[in-house]
């Protein structure tokens, strides 16, 4: 039995290594022109197949003509990654945001992951933003904490205006908005840059910093923990080990590390703690000259326990009597519909309906998801054996009604208003980052008239985004993969012309400049209508 088992394991290491040399040759190949043709058209029938409101912004002609046209235009072998820069720019007509496509990566077998697995790279540390046609360092986590508010000139001989020029190209936003280019590409720089050159393992860029500029260069490198033990394995052959008595703690010590633990891990739960970028996704602060007004700055919708962080929070608001909310919406990308529906419930005082059931244009689009092909064997195989069960499920949740189908969420029901709903006066502050759930929550604050908006128009269209569900679908030939919604998702609100975000009541852009001066001038003007309000 043990030869089997390990002629077994053998066997799954030699497919394992055979299938990422595979898949790494299949990559980086000039592929047949017919075979990019063939690519061209699998995307464009999967789109057809899938997405609820393909020729939202873009009419069924023209989009067959931009897709006709870049069959045309493809007459010689490209490999994936060209092909990819080709088809993003013709994907894009969608004009959905959540929709896109992105090249496939490198693949690693099990030693080299081991390996990665010990390596950081500091540039992953620097947070970026795109304002007045100048990339910005804004937030810099490590050692590098001098970088901050510099300018980036050049990466490596390139100007981040040139690449920035040429990413606007390859992804959407929601309809005809214009605002979420410049925040994403600012905010997501290096993915973008990723995606256009692939793997790196050293960068250098040329920062302007007050009147100096300088050369950042960096490279893949140890972790420290792994570097420390490299180092104190060599310093064992001069030096005699110390051996350390392990301190024996008491049960009541043990017990009480333990209460401790258990405290910490609710506590970066309920506020949702991001380890790697070592913030908390939700936060509350009490503010103004004599910290009466709340500010809750929530930069995403998609971890921890929610529920326990919006109970505590306004419990906390209604117990300090704070007349006035500030809710922070900038660069929240979005996340669970479940979780805007139940912070709405502490915003209103009467029954409500978040979102609209959604529209759809299959029937289990959950198991459609489940069974992209992008998926792993395992996920299918688990998926196809609770198959009936999930298809119950979506056929449950599924109605049909004037020839369309739509899906209902929980967030489609209609809600009960928490009994501690805030009454007071709200702001919002939102960007062009404001995306997703982010912009349905806006939508719905605004569309009932909730709150007054200060900021920059929402990347996110008001009425509606096509998200929910994704089919991240793997093209056969090149492997680059098509990420396509399955669910149009929309408040109850609407606006004319179409294809438009939530725009501010007072519009504030911020420039280079206040970020220099590590100004806010969004939140500025908020605190000081407050003040304004209180004397009048």
């Given at each position: 039995m043990q030869k089997i088992l390990f002629f077994l394991y053998i066997s799954l290491v030699f497919a394992s290594c055979a299938s990422v040399e595979k898949h790494n040759a299949q990559i980086t190949k000039l592929h047949p022109v017919a075979d990019l043709h063939k690519d061209i058209d699998k995307v464009y029938k999967q789109l057809k197949r899938h997405h609820p409101h393909l020729y939202q912004f873009t009419p069924k002609d023209i989009l067959d003509f931009k897709f006709d046209s870049l069959k045309n235009a493809i007459d010689e072998p490209m490999d994936s990654r060209t092909f990819y820069k080709q088809l993003s720019q013709v994907t894009k007509y969608i004009g959905q945001g959540h929709m896109s496509v992105s090249p496939p990566s490198r693949q690693f077998d099990r030693k080299e992951r081991k390996v990665l697995n010990k390596m950081k790279f500091d540039i992953n540390n620097l947070d970026f933003e795109y304002l007045d046609n100048k990339l910005l360092i804004v937030n810099a986590r490590g050692n590098d904490s001098l970088l901050v508010g510099s300018e980036v000139l050049m990466v490596e001989?390139?100007?981040?205006?040139?690449?920035?020029?040429?990413?606007?190209?390859?992804?959407?936003?929601?309809?005809?908005?214009?605002?979420?280019?410049?925040?994403?590409?600012?905010?997501?720089?290096?993915?973008?840059?990723?995606?256009?050159?692939?793997?790196?393992?050293?960068?250098?860029?040329?920062?302007?910093?007050?009147?100096?500029?300088?050369?950042?260069?960096?490279?893949?490198?140890?972790?420290?923990?792994?570097?420390?033990?490299?180092?104190d394995s060599l310093k064992k052959d001069s030096l005699q080990t110390i051996k350390r008595t392990k301190v024996k703690l008491t049960k009541a010590e043990r017990k009480a590390k333990k209460l401790e633990a258990k405290a910490k891990r609710e506590h970066n739960s309920k506020y949702g703690y991001v380890a790697q970028r070592k913030e908390y996704t939700r936060n509350l602060n009490f503010i103004g000259?004599?910290?009466?007004?709340?500010?809750?700055?929530?930069?995403?919708?998609?971890?921890?326990?929610?529920?326990?962080?919006?109970?505590?929070?306004?419990?906390?608001?209604?117990?300090?009597?704070?007349?006035?909310?500030?809710?922070?919406?900038?660069?929240?990308?979005?996340?669970?519909?479940?979780?805007?529906t139940y912070l709405y419930s502490y915003l209103t005082d009467k029954e409500f309906v978040m979102i609209n059931p959604s529209?759809?244009?299959?029937?289990?689009?959950?198991?459609?998801?489940?069974?992209?092909?992008?998926?792993?064997?395992?996920?299918?195989?688990?998926?196809?054996?609770?198959?009936?069960?999930?298809?119950?499920?979506?056929?449950?949740k599924t109605k049909k009604k004037d020839g369309k189908l739509y899906y209902r969420f929980k967030a489609s029901r209609t809600q009960e208003p928490k009994p501690t709903n805030f009454k007071g006066k709200i702001y919002v502050l939102i960007n062009g980052n404001s995306f997703s759930a982010s912009s349905v929550l806006s939508t719905k604050l605004h569309g009932d008239k909730r709150a007054t908006f200060v900021g920059e128009e929402t990347g996110g269209a008001y009425n509606g985004?096509?998200?929910?569900?994704?089919?991240?679908?793997?093209?056969?030939?090149?492997?680059?993969?098509?990420?396509?919604?399955?669910?149009?998702?929309?408040?109850?609100?609407?606006?004319?012309?179409?294809?438009?975000?939530?725009k501010p009541d007072v519009e504030i852009l911020p420039t280079f400049q206040d970020r220099m001066d590590k100004r806010d001038p969004e939140l500025e003007w908020i605190l000081n209508d407050i003040e304004n309000k209180k004397v009048n």
């Open positions: 001989s390139e100007r981040p205006t040139d690449l920035i020029k040429q990413y606007k190209k390859r992804f959407a936003s929601d309809g005809y908005n214009t605002t979420f280019y410049n925040r994403i590409l600012g905010n997501r720089f290096m993915r973008y840059y990723v995606n256009d050159k692939g793997r790196f393992d050293s960068i250098s860029l040329t920062l302007r910093n007050s009147d100096s500029t300088f050369v950042k260069f960096y490279k893949r490198a140890l972790k420290d923990k792994f570097a420390s033990k490299a180092s000259k004599d910290s009466s007004v709340a500010l809750l700055k929530i930069r995403g919708f998609s971890n921890g326990n929610y529920e326990a962080f919006y109970d505590e929070s306004f419990k906390a608001i209604d117990s300090l009597s704070a007349e006035t909310l500030i809710i922070d919406l900038r660069n929240n990308f979005g996340g669970r519909l479940k979780e805007i529209e759809i244009n299959s029937r289990s689009p959950f198991l459609k998801s489940l069974m992209s092909n992008s998926r792993p064997v395992v996920v299918k195989t688990l998926a196809g054996l609770i198959s009936p069960f999930i298809y119950g499920y979506d056929l449950f985004t096509v998200a929910g569900f994704y089919k991240i679908y793997e093209l056969p030939n090149t492997k680059v993969r098509a990420r396509i919604g399955l669910a149009h998702i929309d408040a109850p609100h609407k606006i004319s012309p179409d294809g438009y975000g939530v």
